[in-house]
C-alpha cells in the first residue's frame, strides 16, 4: 500500500501538469512567393529598369557603331592624328559601356536583392502571424528536409489568404 501510495504521489503531478500539443504545418514558400510577385509586379519593376540600362546601352553602342564606319568610310582620307584621335574615341567608348553595363547589372542585382529581402520578410510576419493564429508550434518548409506531410497541415493558402487581406486593405485607403 505504501508503495502504490509512493507511485501515486510521483505520478500524479505529472499528469496535472498542462502539457502543451505540438501542431506542425508546412508551408510552400516559392507558392506564397510567386503570388506575391505577381500581384505586387516586381518583376515588371526590375524589368523597366533593366529596359531602360539597355537602351542607354543601345545608344552607347550605335555611337561606336557610328564611330566604326566614320573610321571605315573616311579611312583613306583621314590624317593620321585623325584616324588615331578616332580610334581613342572607339576605345574610350568601348570602356564606358563596358563600365555602364558592369554598374547597371550591379545595381539590377542589388534592387533584386532588396525587393526579394524585403518579399521575405512581409511574407515571413504573415506566416508567423497565421502559425500563431491557427496554434502551430512548427512550421516547415515543403522543400526542404520534409519528406512526407498530410495536406492538411499545408497551411500555404491561409498565409496567401492573409496576404490578400492586407492587399485589398491597401487598395482600399
Known amino acids: 500500500m505504501k508503495k502504490y501510495f509512493l507511485v501515486m504521489i ?15 504545418g508546412y508551408i510552400d ?3 506564397i512567393i510567386n503570388k ?4 505586387q509586379n516586381l518583376r515588371s519593376i526590375l ?4 529596359s531602360d540600362y539597355l537602351k542607354n546601352a543601345d545608344r552607347i553602342a550605335q555611337e561606336i557603331q557610328r564611330l566604326k564606319e ?8 583621314l590624317t593620321e592624328e ?5 580610334l581613342e574615341e572607339i576605345t574610350f567608348k568601348e ?7 558592369e554598374e547597371a547589372n550591379k545595381e539590377l542585382s542589388g534592387k533584386e536583392s532588396e525587393l526579394t529581402y524585403t518579399l521575405l520578410k512581409q511574407i515571413y510576419q504573415y506566416i508567423k502571424k497565421t502559425a500563431q493564429t491557427e496554434g502551430y508550434t512548427i512550421i516547415m518548409e515543403k522543400n526542404s528536409s520534409l519528406i512526407f506531410a498530410d495536406d492538411e497541415f499545408d497551411i500555404t493558402s491561409k ?14 485607403n
Open 95 to 101: 570602356d564606358e559601356l563596358k563600365q555602364y553595363l
Open 159 to 172: 498565409v496567401i489568404e492573409e496576404l490578400d487581406k492586407v492587399k485589398k486593405k491597401a487598395e482600399e
Open 47 to 50: 524589368e523597366n529598369r533593366r
Open 10 to 24: 510521483l505520478v500524479l503531478p505529472a499528469l496535472l501538469l498542462p502539457k502543451k500539443i505540438t501542431k506542425v
Open 36 to 39: 506575391v510577385v505577381t500581384d
Open 70 to 77: 566614320r573610321l571605315n568610310t573616311e579611312g583613306t582620307s
Open 82 to 86: 585623325r584616324r588615331t584621335q578616332i
Open 29 to 31: 514558400i516559392q507558392k
